[in-house]
């Protein structure tokens, strides 16, 4: 079955750097964008942006370019958020969801756990 | 940029029709997609491509898109239906969320 497990929760110092991952199991991991969404403490769902896990490019929301960053290690089919120079409004939950393929017609099929960051110092 | 509105809160009684609303210029000409969101958990697909339903989704739950609104209807609402609902459109290769609807079953 599909499955998109993310890395546990972390409670990091602002201006430190954080990396979630999520790996993907019971699919092809190529066939798939996997898409990133942050949810900020009783807010809604907001689009970072996705990446082509076929060619390893990245797309970025306007508000998500400068600071975060997405990767792949397709050797063991994950995706990777990195974020850097962490701000304390940077505290939310962040969920990885597969689209197939980014077209007009996509939508997130599959969702991983969520990872809760926590910004404080 | 582009925008999606969805009424904060619906409230239904048990057994009747909840209908939530998604509204934004010309949604009738992308495809609109709904998810449910219960406390504490991942949002889940309910709705694609305006009125297609994932396997494992109920029949009671519909969905429509005409001219600036999109529908989500949920016939003979339960108590599990109680969730957080939220709308997605696609605009100039972004995705956009709606800002959420919380239903309510009372």
């Known amino acids: 079955q599909v499955q998109l497990v993310q890395s546990g929760s972390e409670l990091k110092r602002p201006g430190a750097s954080v990396r979630v991952s999520c790996r993907a199991s019971?699919?092809?991991?190529?066939?798939?964008?996997i898409n990133w969404v942050r949810q900020a403490p009783g807010q809604g769902l907001e689009w970072m942006g996705w990446i082509n896990t076929d060619t390893g490019k990245p797309t970025y929301a306007q508000d998500f370019a400068g600071r975060f960053f997405f990767s792949l290690d397709t050797s063991v089919r994950t995706a990777n958020l990195q974020i850097n120079n962490l701000k304390a409004e940077d505290t939310a939950v962040y969920f990885c969801a597969r689209a197939p393929g980014i077209t007009v017609a996509a939508s997130f099929d599959f969702w991983g756990q969520g990872t809760l960051l926590a910004v404080s110092s | 940029s582009y925008e999606l509105t969805q009424p904060p809160s619906v409230s239904v009684s048990p057994g009747q029709t909840a209908s939530i609303t998604c509204s934004g210029h010309?949604?009738?000409?992308?495809?609109a997609c709904w998810y449910q969101q219960k406390p504490g958990q991942s949002p889940v697909l309910v709705i694609y491509q305006d009125n297609k339903r994932p396997s494992g989704i109920p029949e009671r739950f519909s969905g429509s898109n005409s001219g600036n609104t999109a529908t989500l209807t949920i016939s003979g609402t339960q108590a599990m239906d109680e969730a957080d609902y939220y709308c997605q459109a696609w605009a100039s290769g972004t995705a956009v969320f709606g800002g959420g609807t919380k239903l309510t079953v009372l």
């Open positions: 010309k949604l009738g000409d992308k495809y």
């Open positions: 019971g699919y092809t991991f190529t066939s798939y964008a």
